[in-house]
């Protein structure tokens, strides 16, 4: 083997490992699957999810529990969407899966004006039709590509548009409560995941064909951190490790940390802090 191919087979090589162990790191420390899990791979056609599915199959074979991957695509009916190439691939890995087919584009378009993003009520509906299909089909668990950029980037969303310090979680029970949702690439980075895609010539589906707008915020957000980043190299690893060292104590939230108690011999009384917010309008 030539030296260039021996240095590119290396470059790929350990890729491959850092991404093997932040996905196994992710689902160790969220404790995401468990023996006899049946978990259902929502499949979108983008490198992200190529490659969880890529991951957690080759996790599978080395894993200390035995579990089942299915892979499951929505087709949208998104105009021009390419039909075959899902099942084609599939097909190839030999994986059980299922194609669902919902016009959730028709839906989307007639109820969001034309300048308006689409994100927002498509995704909605997708998640509601994963979900159902889900409980249907008796999964245990559903993964989402979504990954530690992704989680960066909601943090600065919610602190600059919703006013809460709170991200993306990387296990959640769904709000109907029927369905465990895990992230098991919450540890890996965006440009890692682009790289592992190429390297594996994914059949990629561009997920351009809605016509609908970037969601701007967030894109002026990933912008923010790639500058950021540039500026500092290992801002980005540096704000991931913040919201994975939280400390209640030395942030303002009330109902996070007992600030009421803390300190008081045991016995002793204080005002309840309707008394002083009474005495401090006086
Ligand atoms: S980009 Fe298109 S398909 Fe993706 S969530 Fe937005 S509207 Fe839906």
Known sequence: MALAQRKEKYNYDKLQKRLRRNVGKAIADFNMIDEGDRVMVCLSGGADSYTMLDILQSLQRSAPVEFELIAVNLDQKQPGFPEHV???YLDELGIEYHILEEDTYSVVK???PENK???GLCSRLRRGII???A?????TKVALGHHRDDIIETLFLNMFFGGKLKSMPAKLLSDDGDNVVIRPLAYCAETDIKAYAEEKVF???PCTLCGSQDNMQRQKIKQMLTEWNKQNPGRTESIFSSIQNIVPSHLLDTDA???TNFGKKEGEQSLSSKDWLVAAQE
């Open 257 to 259: 940390f007992d600030f």
């Open 135 to 139: 409980k249907e089909q008796g999964y």
């Open 86 to 88: 899902l099942p084609n």
């Open 117 to 119: 993003t689409y994100c």
């Open 110 to 112: 007639r109820v969001i």
């Open 203 to 205: 059949p990629i589906i």
């Open 131 to 133: 979900y159902r299909f």
